[in-house]
Nanobody, 127 residues
Framework: QLQLVESGGGLVQPGGSLRLSCAAS????????IGWFRQAPGQAHEGVSC????????HYEDSVKGRFTISRDNAKNTVYLEMNNLKPEDTGVYYC????????????????????WGQGTQVTVSS
């Protein structure tokens, strides 16, 4: 079974940057679409950015467009989320998710059920 481990979260000031990593193990990684979801305190999970298995198709939630960049390195079994110009409203627990058959990033960012979840990494943006 595929396992996902997020890392790279932490405390950062507004305007700062973080790079999150989602490392996969236990199964072939190449054919999984990957999503980054976040959960702000007291809020539902929100699809932030997603990427197709090939890495060609990507999707960003409107609030992070132009600030976040998703990428994947299948040789390293890792997906990254580069987060720049962070804002306090970006605060939350960031999870990566995986699905073996979803083919578009947009669909992946709308699907929070029937996907594999990692344990999450905390991102706090505060001055």
């Amino acid at each position: 079974q595929l396992q996902l481990v997020e890392s790279g979260g932490g405390l950062v000031q507004p305007g700062g940057s973080l790079r999150l990593s989602c490392a996969a193990s236990g199964s072939s990684f190449d054919y999984y679409a990957i999503g980054w979801f976040r959960q702000a305190p007291g809020q539902a999970h929100e699809g932030v950015s997603c990427i197709s298995s090939s890495g060609v198709n990507v999707h960003y939630e409107d609030s992070v467009k132009g600030r976040f960049t998703i990428s994947r390195d299948n040789a390293k079994n890792t997906v990254y989320l580069e987060m720049n110009n962070l804002k306090p409203e970006d605060t939350g627990v960031y999870y990566c998710t995986a699905h073996p058959t979803i083919t578009t990033a947009q669909v992946m960012c709308r699907l929070s059920h029937n996907v594999l979840w990692g344990q999450g990494t905390q991102v706090t943006v505060s001055s």
